[in-house]
């Protein structure tokens, strides 16, 4: 089993739209989560931390369900600029080191 | 203005060369990493240091060492390249070698090896 697992998608979504998608990771002792934005041919940009309770960003929110052992990040009225691969990101041993999902791809369309 | 930096931005060599790519951060970080994203997107951790001392080294041919003058550079020299060497290869940096530290990523540096 991959440490981090992400649906690849890709979710083609009207600009207005909601989308969400989940990531799943294996180590329940794990205590970072985040989720990383990185454009074709660019590089990760942190787009948010995830907290156990839950948070919003604007019109991102980050969900962390332990019991279950996922993450989620749900999209309000999608943007053409949301185009991107999302990249979940869990620290996974304890450790300092950051384990990444192979990414969820989102298009938005006009 | 750029906070982390890598050179060259592509890379384009024959199998068995000697290579090395060079980043910079001045972000005034204490903690740097390299980072593997082969053709099915997966970013994978290759070393990491903190204040100079190397303090993460996953499973990597002794074909790639990674060597850090100082805390705002960190370089990997990659011998005797071979075809699975093609990949895109990022330096990121961190405040702190803590797990919940924001990691800044460099533009990459695509490497393609023929």
């Known amino acids: 089993r991959k440490e981090v697992e992400q649906d690849p998608g890709p979710f083609n979504v009207p600009e207005g739209a909601t989308v969400a998608f989940n990531c799943t990771y294996s180590?329940?002792?794990?205590?970072?989560f985040f989720w990383y934005r990185q454009d074709c041919r660019k590089e990760p940009k942190l787009l948010m931390s995830v907290y156990s309770s839950g948070n919003e960003d604007g019109r991102f929110t980050a969900q962390l369900n332990r019991a279950s052992q996922y993450i989620s990040l749900l999209i309000r009225d999608s943007k053409l600029s949301d185009s991107a691969t999302y990249l979940c990101?869990?620290?996974?041993?304890?450790?300092?080191?950051?384990?990444f999902g192979a990414g969820t791809t989102v298009t938005v369309r006009a | 203005d750029t906070a982390v930096s890598q050179t060259p931005k592509y890379l384009v060599t024959q199998m068995g060369n000697d290579k090395s790519i060079k980043c910079e951060q001045n972000?005034?970080?204490?903690?740097m990493y390299w980072y593997k994203q082969d053709s099915k997107k997966f970013l994978k951790i290759m070393f990491s240091?903190?204040?100079?001392?190397?303090?993460i080294n996953e499973t990597v041919p002794n074909r790639f060492s990674p060597k850090s003058p100082d805390k705002a550079h960190l370089n990997l020299h990659i011998n005797s390249l071979e075809l699975g060497d093609s990949a895109v290869y990022f330096c990121a940096s961190s405040e702190t070698s803590g797990s919940y530290n924001e990691q800044f990523f460099g533009p990459g540096t695509r490497l393609t090896v023929l």
């Open positions: 990101v869990v620290n996974i041993r304890g450790d300092y080191k950051l384990s």
């Open positions: 972000l005034g970080h204490d903690t």
């Open positions: 180590n329940s002792a794990s205590q970072s």
């Open positions: 240091y903190n204040n100079k001392e190397l303090i």
